[in-house]
C-alpha cells in the first residue's frame, strides 16, 4: 500500500507563487514516477506536470509550460511542484499521483496507480 500526501496549498494573489508538496510512503519512492493533476467542480481532472523516477525526464501541460516545475527528492521520498506568476486559471484541487512505470512521464490519468486527497489552491484576481 502506498499513501500519497499533499501540502503546500492556500490562497495567493495573482503573479505569486506557491510550492506543493507530495510525501510517499508505504512503499519504496524509487518505485515510481510521479504526476500532478489539478481539478476544478464539474470539470475532468487534468494533466500539470510528470516526472519519471530518476528525474531525467519532465513533461508539461502547455498551460503551465514555463511557470510550473516539478521535481523529486528520491532521499526524503516526496515530489515538489513549483507553481510561479500564478493566474486565476490555476485555481483548482491539485493531487499527486504515482505511476509504477518509473520509466514514463505519463499525461494519462489512467496510468497513475495512487493519489494523493489533494489540496487546495487558490489564485484571486
Known amino acids: 500500500q502506498v499513501q500519497l500526501v499533499e501540502s503546500g496549498g492556500g490562497l495567493v494573489q495573482a503573479g505569486g507563487s506557491l510550492r506543493l508538496s507530495c510525501a510517499v510512503s508505504?512503499?519504496?519512492?524509487?518505485?515510481?514516477?510521479m504526476g500532478w493533476f489539478r481539478q476544478v467542480p464539474g470539470k475532468e481532472r487534468d494533466f500539470v506536470a510528470a516526472?519519471?523516477?530518476?528525474?531525467?525526464?519532465?513533461d508539461y501541460a502547455d498551460s503551465v509550460q514555463g511557470r510550473f516545475t516539478i521535481s523529486r527528492d528520491n532521499a526524503k521520498n516526496t515530489v515538489y511542484l513549483q507553481m510561479n506568476s500564478l493566474k486565476p486559471d490555476d485555481t483548482a484541487v491539485y493531487y499527486c499521483?504515482?505511476?509504477?512505470?518509473?520509466?514514463?512521464?505519463?499525461?494519462?490519468?489512467?496510468?497513475?496507480?495512487?493519489w494523493g486527497q489533494g489540496t487546495q489552491v487558490t489564485v484571486s484576481s
Open positions: 499521483a504515482a505511476d509504477d512505470r518509473w520509466f514514463a512521464a505519463s499525461r494519462n490519468s489512467r496510468t497513475y496507480e495512487y
Open positions: 508505504g512503499r519504496s519512492f524509487g518505485r515510481y514516477a
Open positions: 516526472i519519471t523516477l530518476s528525474g531525467g525526464t519532465t
